[in-house]
């Protein structure tokens, strides 16, 4: 069964460093998303990715947030400057075209990766 | 008032127990639904999508009313591999991909 994948499982920084996180979506899958779930929190969307752009973005995607697909594979998550309480399980997800309405547009996550910011 | 509200439980059931977890949105427009599951520090998987006229997976049947904004999950015969945190999930399909989720409702199923 095809799945969501991603790398590092486990990645400890220093505030103020950059982070690279790396996701490879399911194959045939278009639609890309990154979420963020603080520990002991509920799961918070960050940024959907659509044809090489980003479709929509919450209030947590500021301006240290980009995404990148690089290639035709992989799709990244960079935080350009580290804080403290971007300490969280960060998620991957990948989705199909949506079919209709009542067909929903079932989102597969991946394992996710831990950041810890130090 | 939370988008989508969740009884956080937990819920102590033995085998066998019969169990139904309830949520509620606060949006009128939303648009498609799910139950997701998630064990401790893993990922989301889906559970199950949520239809309007409800629909039924197993021992798992999902219930959607829409007037009242309100989901229901049951799970029938309940196993010690059903412990777990259930998630409702919501989003507006219009326009909006994003999902919107519930803090969760812990199950814990006892032998």
């Known amino acids: 069964e095809p799945e969501v994948t991603q790398t590092p499982s486990h990645q400890v920084t220093q505030m103020g460093q950059e982070v690279i996180l790396r996701c490879v979506p399911i194959?045939?899958?278009?639609?890309f998303y990154w979420y963020r779930q603080i520990l002991g929190q509920k799961v918070e969307f960050l940024v959907s990715?659509?044809?090489?752009?980003?479709?929509?973005k919450s209030e947590i995607f500021d301006d240290q947030f980009s995404v990148e697909r690089p290639d035709g594979s992989n799709f990244t998550l960079k935080i350009r400057s580290t804080k403290l309480e971007d300490s969280a399980m960060y998620f991957c997800?990948?989705?199909?075209?949506?079919?209709?309405?009542?067909?929903?547009?079932?989102?597969?996550f991946g394992p996710g990766t831990r950041l810890t910011v130090l | 008032r939370k988008e989508v509200e969740q009884d956080p439980g937990p819920f102590n059931v033995p085998e066998g127990a019969t169990v139904a977890f309830n949520c509620t949105y606060s949006n009128s427009a939303s648009q498609s639904f799910f139950w997701y599951r998630q064990d401790c520090r893993k990922e989301p998987k889906l559970l199950m999508s949520?239809?309007?006229s409800g629909n039924e997976d197993g021992r798992f049947t999902a219930q959607l009313n829409r007037a009242s904004q309100y989901i229901s999950l049951l799970i029938r015969d309940s196993k010690l591999s059903d412990s777990a945190t259930y998630l409702c999930v919501v989003n507006i399909v219009t326009g909006r991909r994003a999902l919107t989720f519930g803090s969760g409702t812990r199950l814990q199923v006892q032998p």
């Open positions: 997800a990948s989705s199909e075209r949506l079919a209709g309405v009542e067909r929903t547009d079932t989102q597969y």
């Open positions: 194959s045939n899958h278009l639609y």
């Open positions: 990715f659509y044809n090489n752009e980003i479709s929509e």
């Open positions: 949520v239809y309007s």
